[in-house]
């Protein structure tokens, strides 16, 4: 059972709850009682809620009624998590990671590789389009649901706030996200002229890109160290292990100003263009300057292998949501931007499918535009 079955089963029982009558009450009285109520119930169906107050349990506005979810999960930063809590969820990550794939995706050996084999083959997709935000969203979501269902995990999926350690004025290593005990382990072993550079090298620079200077290889600390991968790197598929290459060049892309410059955007067009970044934008923005930040797996299209993937993304989906409040009635609704790569484009409407492939069912990006829904029930804190 997940999260959405509990909270609907929770409502159901509150509003089915019924008094019963009391014995010493005569028959007669209940007789008339039971007619007066359902002229009242009928009246009630007639003119409709509300109309009956202090009899019937006021109801929420129209629409709003079951959109909602009783007990959502609340997402919390890294560092606000207590240690048990934060061995909970690696727990979680080693668990689906000894659990058979069952994607059959090409490499996809285990549940964790499902994962990163559906991001590596959907990349070209679901990046630099309308629902990059919302097909991210929805992917946090169905991870979570696995570590939940698969893995017995009964916290709510961390995320990652970058600016945090950019505001320190310390190295990103220093962050605790890279604790080797509470955390995800640190730097990869670094690797003789290591520089980094995947893509077309003259761009990467262009857009703000410094070699990290060190890393590349291997983590070799933590509870990810020899964490076996076989997705990836980028398109490749081959055995190899999590790399890392922690690039403090990049703070500059990842500091506190660069989240608070996404709030005033009106549009969502506006918007999601600038939090997703090259190379539709020509220098790096938060969600590509936290890829490369991290480097190695992370900074290629198999992302996910790098368990950091889902707290880095669940930070960015902390932004939109904000974002959204700063202006609910006109931004909840908001959604645009091309449905492919290429042309011919047309605009992604909120009928749009976020295809999971063989990981969980289609949903549109109406069903995901609420963090509190039924279906994601979660909030951040
Ligand atoms: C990094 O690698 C790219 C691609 O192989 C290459 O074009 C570039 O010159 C290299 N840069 C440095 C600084 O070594
Ligand atoms: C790399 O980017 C530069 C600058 O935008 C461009 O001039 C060049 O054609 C690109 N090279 C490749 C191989 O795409
Ligand atoms: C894939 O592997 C080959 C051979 O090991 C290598 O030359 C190539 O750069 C790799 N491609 C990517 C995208 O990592
Ligand atoms: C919300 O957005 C609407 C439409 O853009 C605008 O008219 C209104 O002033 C905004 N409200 C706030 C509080 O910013
Ligand atoms: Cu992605």
């Known amino acids: 059972m997940n999260m959405e079955d509990v909270s609907r089963k929770t409502e159901k029982q509150t509003t089915l709850s019924t008094e019963t009558p009391r014995p010493r009450v005569p028959s007669w009285l209940i007789v008339l009682s039971t007619i007066i109520l359902s002229a009242l119930v009928a009246l009630h169906t007639i003119i409709g809620f509300g109309a009956l107050p202090g009899i019937f349990p006021k109801p929420r506005p129209v629409g709003t009624e079951s959109r909602l979810c009783a007990r959502p999960a609340i997402r919390q930063e890294w560092r606000t998590l207590s240690n048990e809590q934060k061995l909970e969820y690696i727990t979680a990550v080693q668990c689906l990671h000894r659990l058979p794939g069952i994607?059959?995706?090409?490499?996809?050996?285990?549940?964790?590789?499902?994962?990163?084999?559906?991001?590596?083959?959907?990349?070209?997709?679901?990046?630099?389009?309308?629902?990059?935000?919302?097909?991210?969203?929805?992917?946090?979501?169905?991870?979570?649901?696995?570590?939940?269902?698969?893995?017995?995990?009964?916290?709510?999926?961390?995320?990652?706030?970058?600016?945090?350690?950019?505001?320190?004025?310390?190295?990103?290593?220093?962050?605790?996200?890279?604790?080797?005990?509470?955390?995800?382990?640190?730097?990869?072993?670094?690797?003789?002229?290591?520089?980094?550079?995947?893509?077309?090298?003259?761009?990467?620079?262009?857009?703000?890109?410094?070699?990290?200077?060190?890393?590349?290889?291997?983590?070799?600390?933590?509870?990810?160290?020899?964490?076996?991968?076989?997705?990836?790197?980028?398109?490749?598929?081959?055995?190899?292990?999590?790399?890392?290459?922690?690039?403090?060049?990049?703070?500059?892309?990842?500091?506190p100003a660069r989240v608070a410059e996404l709030m005033p955007l009106t549009t969502f067009e506006e918007f999601r263009i600038e939090i997703e970044g090259t190379p539709v934008t020509k220098t790096f923005r938060v969600h590509d300057g936290g890829h490369i930040a991290v480097g190695g797996d992370m900074q290629r299209f198999s992302s996910p292998n790098d368990p950091l993937f889902y707290l880095h993304h669940a930070f960015l989906d902390k932004i939109w949501w904000d974002w959204v409040g700063m202006n609910f009635s006109s931004r909840l609704e908001d959604i645009s931007g091309p449905s492919t790569v290429n042309p011919p484009y047309e605009d992604v409407t909120l009928d749009f499918e976020l295809d999971m492939m063989m990981l969980a069912p289609p949903v549109t990006i109406r069903e995901v535009l609420e963090t509190p829904n039924q279906l994601l029930c979660h909030i951040y804190e």
């Open 103 to 255: 994607s059959h995706l090409q490499g996809a050996k285990t549940r964790f590789d499902d994962f990163a084999a559906v991001h590596v083959v959907s990349a070209g997709a679901i990046h630099h389009v309308g629902h990059f935000l919302p097909w991210h969203r929805r992917f946090l979501h169905v991870h979570e649901i696995a570590l939940r269902e698969e893995c017995g995990f009964e916290g709510a999926l961390p995320y990652w706030d970058w600016s945090l350690d950019v505001a320190s004025g310390r190295s990103l290593s220093e962050s605790p996200v890279f604790d080797p005990v509470y955390g995800f382990g640190g730097n990869g072993l670094d690797i003789a002229d290591y520089n980094g550079s995947f893509e077309n090298h003259t761009l990467m620079v262009a857009a703000g890109w410094v070699a990290p200077g060190a890393g590349g290889g291997c983590v070799t600390d933590g509870p990810f160290a020899e964490f076996m991968l076989s997705v990836g790197p980028g398109l490749n598929i081959t055995d190899h292990c999590l790399s890392r290459a922690i690039n403090d060049n990049m703070q500059k892309f990842l500091s």
